[in-house]
């Protein structure tokens, strides 16, 4: 099933002049996934105490500059020489942090609330590490779709682009939750069949 995270390629060969200059300049894969985390959260915990409509315009701007910071710094550790044991725990965790920060908001959105926002927190949570779990079995990462973490971040940011303009969101949005909910478990089972099928013998 096609997932946005296919697309990468492309993006980072968009990117390689300026992750270059960065390089050159000093700049570590380390300190960007750090900084790419205390935006999300800041801009996450923004909007959870003033889900002001128009304020979730800022929303799909950051998740587009968000999939910008993660494949420079994935870009800067592995071009430049940067990997490192913290950065793959940094990669990882903040992920997971900067999802459920960034998703949080919407348990204030009509007609979304706890359950269905929170379902989807922890669903994300629990397929990042079916898919980091991969090289502990001997097998890569799993990005397996669909909505992965690039899908996810297309849909939230679709939903605060319609709510900045529309000021609400109809009812029938109700639906939305659930079927991203849904979507998650599918690549959860998809990350842990081929992580178990491309497992290397102990």
Known sequence: MLSIYQLKPRF???LRPLV???AAAGVTANGVTLAAMAVSIALGAG????PEPLAFLLLPLWMFLRMAFNAVDGMLAREYGQQ???GAYLNELSDVVSDAALYLPFVAIAPFGWG?????IFLSAVSEMAG???PMVGSPRQYDGPMGKSDRAFVFGALGLWLGLAGSLPGWALWLM???AVAIAINVFKRVRNGT????PR
């Open 12 to 14: 980072q060969a968009l």
């Open 20 to 22: 270059g200059r960065l």
């Open 47 to 50: 909007l959870f105490l003033w």
């Open 84 to 86: 490192s044991a913290l």
């Open 116 to 120: 269905s926002v929170g379902a989807v």
């Open 132 to 134: 980091a779990l991969g």
């Open 178 to 180: 659930p079927a991203v």
């Open 197 to 200: 099928r491309q497992a290397r």
